[in-house]
């Protein structure tokens, strides 16, 4: 069975990765293949199949709304001008690809995902970066990748205070409280055994980053050139993810992320304006846009078509809409925030859509805030330009005309794509004599039994697998928690050892969750070419699969055996 309930995946990884099938052709023919395998052998009813799949829909349409949103403050910021100023302000910083890869992606997307969460930094960096002369592909490649470190604190520490809070059930916490820890006190913990393989793993993650970029992307096409900025990479490394394990231990989920990444930047930014740690460093650049590959541009031009009518805008001006959206995303964000409340009204029932039992369905739900969403957001700032950056209506217009067209194109590719998400973790809704566990379980209890004593090594690749399936780190946390928690009941293994590995596990899927790939590809134009950025993606993930599977081991049996 645990081969079956691998089907999907293997049939999206084949398509995608091997064959190099575009999304738009290998997710509808994946979503075939699910719906069969949990009709015929799970046993799901047609109705439940179908609730699933509508479930998926809803779901679309919300990624599709972030989406938009990206993309629409994207082609507003260049029709107003104020990409040409922001691109000459960062090459005023450091010509250097490599340095504005590591301040853009790395730490302000780092800074994005802490606010914002669910792919958010992919929609706004990816765009950014495309807006500075990046290839497209490049520019997609790097918005991912940083898509690891920052999530396990994402939207706040959604992650941690939603998918480990709401996933571990009422026997877990009171085993947690005979041990002296609160509910609070345990989701504290777990961030803090999460944060410490994310520190060591994601000091190496900007360095990485570059040489992927400089391999693929290069005149030369080597990692080397990428090797040469190693300190300063290392450094910026270290910079985020210090503070970021001090605000976890200290704090709690909810900072790390947001306020790591803005200590960060203010480290980073001046030392890369003295030239710290790249005094002897030469510049790197992409070659000259004649010889790049047909692959790596997509339908929005890389740094061209910049309308630059902006006069004497200055730096600040260019930049306010960023500035906005930052502040925004934090103030819709932060729980309870004294006065203005702004989460707990955007997301309230009365401006919200809920379908309950879809169909009738016992236990496929969903709910929508448009409200609180990020391309909400996003779509107000843009607006917001017309007057912030003095454009004229045309112009306005045709902005929000360029996006629309730019979504139309891997629209159905994503509705295939989550539709085939719910159909697998909703599996568990059966008919089946006795009733079958959900595919995703099946596929973890199944390397839970192969795995044995070494089940640290392979707890992180448990997450990863939620997060690819799901595209979330929070919805890997809510499938899998509990089931990690069982594990190490069972075995005897500290039990914040392995939720640590769960959440950090979740956070390295997403540089390849096939629906972030799929959307992140669009907010730069690139339709089609899925299966290539997760072929760029992949070695990333995998070196931070491998390098918390064996911090693991080290802390289940020496550093932490006999914590909770």
């Not at 917001?384 to 067209?405: C, D, F, V, Y």
């Not at 939620?466 to 089931?483: P, R």
Request: a positive charge; glycine letters at 10%.
């Amino acid at each position: 069975m645990a081969l079956l309930a691998l089907a999907p995946i293997l049939t999206v990884f084949v398509l995608l990765v091997l064959l190099r099938w575009p999304a738009v052709r290998a997710m509808p023919l994946g979503y075939v293949i699910t719906a069969a395998l949990a009709m015929m052998v799970w046993k799901m009813p047609p109705v439940v199949v179908a609730a699933a799949s509508i479930k998926g829909l809803i779901i679309c349409f919300t990624l599709m709304w972030i989406i938009f949103g990206a993309i629409v403050l994207l082609t507003t910021l260049r029709e107003s001008g104020a990409l040409a100023v922001i691109r000459r302000g960062f090459e005023d910083i450091s010509p250097d690809r490599r340095v504005q890869a590591i301040i853009v992606a790395w730490l302000f997307g780092s800074f994005i995902e802490g606010a914002a969460g669910f792919g958010t930094p992919a929609a706004i960096c990816g765009p950014l970066l495309l807006a500075l002369g990046f290839p497209a592909m490049a520019a997609c490649t790097v918005a991912l990748i940083i898509q690891s470190t920052a999530v396990t604190f994402g939207a706040v520490g959604t992650p941690i205070l939603i998918g480990m809070g709401e996933s571990l059930d009422a026997s877990a916490l009171q085993a947690a409280a005979a041990a002296g820890l609160s509910r609070e006190a345990l989701l504290h913990r777990i961030g803090i055994f999460a944060a410490l393989p994310h520190s060591i793993a994601g000091v190496f993650i900007p360095l990485i980053m570059v040489c992927v970029m400089t391999r693929f992307f290069g005149h030369n096409r080597r990692f080397r050139d990428g090797l040469g900025i190693w300190k300063f990479a290392v450094f910026a490394g270290a910079a985020f993810t210090a503070p970021y394990l001090t605000l976890a231990i200290l704090l709690g989920p909810e900072f790390p992320s947001l306020v790591g990444a803005l200590i960060g930047l203010a480290i980073v930014v001046p030392a890369a304006r003295r030239k710290f740690l790249l005094e002897t460093v030469t510049p790197w650049d992409f070659p000259d846009r004649s010889n790049w590959e047909a692959s790596w541009t997509g339908s929005i031009a890389a740094g061209t078509g910049v309308y630059d009518g902006a006069g004497t805008m200055s730096l600040l001006r260019a930049w306010l809409p960023y500035v906005l959206v930052a502040v925004l995303l934090m103030l819709t964000r932060l729980p309870n925030l004294p006065v203005l409340q702004l989460k707990e009204r955007l997301t309230s029932p009365s401006v919200s859509f809920l379908w309950q039992n879809i169909l009738g369905v016992e236990g496929v739900s969903q709910k929508v805030s448009l409200l609180y969403l990020p391309g909400t957001v996003f779509m107000l700032v843009a607006l917001s330009m017309r007057w912030l950056h003095r454009m004229k209506p045309g112009r306005l217009t045709a902005a929000w005309k360029e996006a629309a067209r730019v979504l139309a194109r891997p629209a159905l590719a994503l509705v295939f794509a989550v539709a085939l998400v719910r159909v697998f973790i909703d599996s568990g809704i059966n008919a089946a004599n006795p009733t079958l566990e959900s595919m995703p379980l099946l596929l973890a209890q199944a390397t839970a039994n192969l795995a044995g004593e070494t089940w640290p090594f392979f707890s992180p690749l448990i997450g990863a697998l939620g997060a690819f399936v799901a595209g979330s780190n929070t919805v890997s946390d809510l499938m899998f928690a509990l089931f990690q928690y069982g594990v190490a009941d069972r075995t005897g293994l500290p039990h914040l050892v392995i939720l640590g590995l769960q959440a950090f596990g979740g956070a390295a899927g997403n540089m390849i969750t096939v629906h972030n790939v799929v959307a992140a590809g669009a907010t730069v134009g690139l339709v089609g070419v899925e299966g290539t950025l997760i072929r760029k993606t992949i070695l990333p993930m995998a070196y931070y699969i491998l390098v918390g599977g064996f911090v693991g081991l080290l802390f289940a049996y020496v550093v932490f055996s006999g914590v909770f």
